[in-house]
């Protein structure tokens, strides 16, 4: 068998028309390079050896077309599962216009094409892309990394045999992705279901619509996870502390002031009652500073509220109610309708 392949190969490449004597020793070099590598390439295509095969017919075709050339190189790119290249090269033979003087093998080489393009076309497999649950003008669609026209989806997509993998993309959200195995001569399908973001549903929603949704997620995920309240929340809780703390110290002093006035009239005390003093003081000075404290950081707190609240936190609820905070020297308030 491939003693008579290449016998069409060496009839083909030399059935030409001959030409003047410059222009014959150009042609002849170039038909004699390409006899070379065709035969190199029928050589590994009875071998197995696909992808070296059908580098050597190309490199022959690029030095002489031949109809003979391209038909081994449609059929080596079919057996290496490139289908629909081969598909393509076949195509190719039969759509090409050969003059009548043309070798009679090539006629022969574009008849066979046809036959074996039309067995080929029944055992290329195809994928169809169905998406549901978001408008199809919305999405991204890319096929093994190649994007696919939102208008090809529902339709079969002929690909080659093998693993291939669909992703679709929708604004602000994670891809979905699908990996599928095709087999000669099947019909594949792949659902993907997209799941909206909540709000406005309907067909009166539009694009549009998910284009708000998208912007308003785009926002919220843009904001800090820190609640804007928590700053002045911590100010106040110290302070409601501290001003405790002044509290019970302060009422524990006055207590030992009047302990020491019942034991010394008139403030006049032996050496015993040292000790109580120097700790009534303690007592005193820690009500004081806490006080101090709790006031600052009550007056703090409040400030922060006011300062850092976001303008979209109204103070009207939905009641009608208004309240608003109130600073001044040494005080803190609040004023409103209710």
């Known amino acids: 068998m491939r003693y008579q392949i290449t016998f069409i190969f060496l009839f083909g490449l030399s059935a030409l028309t001959p030409l003047s004597a410059g222009a014959q020793v150009s042609t002849d070099e170039a038909r004699e390079k390409a006899r070379v590598l065709a035969d190199e390439g029928l050589k590994l295509y009875e071998e197995g050896q696909y992808d070296e095969a059908i580098e050597r017919f190309r490199e022959a075709e690029g030095h002489f077309h031949a109809l003979t050339i ?14 629909l290249k081969a598909q393509g090269v076949y195509h190719r033979i039969v759509k090409e216009e050969l ?6 093998v090539f006629f022969q080489s574009q008849e066979t094409a046809k036959q074996e393009l039309a067995a080929l076309t029944q055992r290329i497999p195809t ?3 169905t998406i549901r649950g ?7 669609i890319t096929l093994d990394g190649v ?9 079969p997509l002929p690909q080659n045999p093998g693993k291939h993998t669909v992703v679709v993309t929708l604004p602000s959200r994670e891809p979905v992705r699908r990996t599928v195995v095709l ?9 993907i279901e997209m799941r909206p973001m909540a709000g406005p549903t309907g067909a009166a929603a539009g694009n549009s619509a998910w284009a708000e949704r998208d912007a308003s997620r785009v926002s919220r995920d843009a904001q800090p996870s820190e609640p804007w309240y928590l700053p002045g929340a911590i100010a106040l ?3 409601g502390l501290a001003l405790g703390v002044g509290t019970v110290t302060g009422a524990i002093a006055l207590s030992k002031v009047s302990e020491l006035d019942a034991k010394c009239p008139e403030r006049r005390c032996g050496e015993s009652a040292r000790e109580s003093y120097e700790t009534t003081g303690t007592l005193t000075t820690a009500s004081t500073v806490g006080f101090a404290v709790g006031g600052g950081a009550l007056a703090t707190g409040a400030a922060l509220l006011f300062l850092l609240r976001p303008a979209s936190a109204s103070p009207v609820d939905g009641a009608g109610r208004r309240a608003d905070m109130l600073l001044g020297p040494g005080w803190v308030g609040a004023a409103g309708v209710f």
């Not at 003059?99 to 009679?104: G, K, S, T």
């Not at 087999?183 to 659902?191: I, K, L, M, P």
């Open 237 to 239: 809780g110290v302070g």
């Open 183 to 191: 087999s000669e001569g099947t019909q594949e399908r792949v659902a």
């Open 70 to 83: 391209l038909l081994m190189l449609a059929r080596a790119y079919d057996k290496n599962g490139e289908m």
């Open 147 to 155: 994007t696919v026209k939102n208008t090809l989806a529902g339709q």
């Open 134 to 140: 978001v408008p199809l003008d919305d999405v991204q």
């Open 99 to 104: 003059v009548n003087y043309a070798p009679r």
């Open 127 to 129: 994928l169809e892309i």
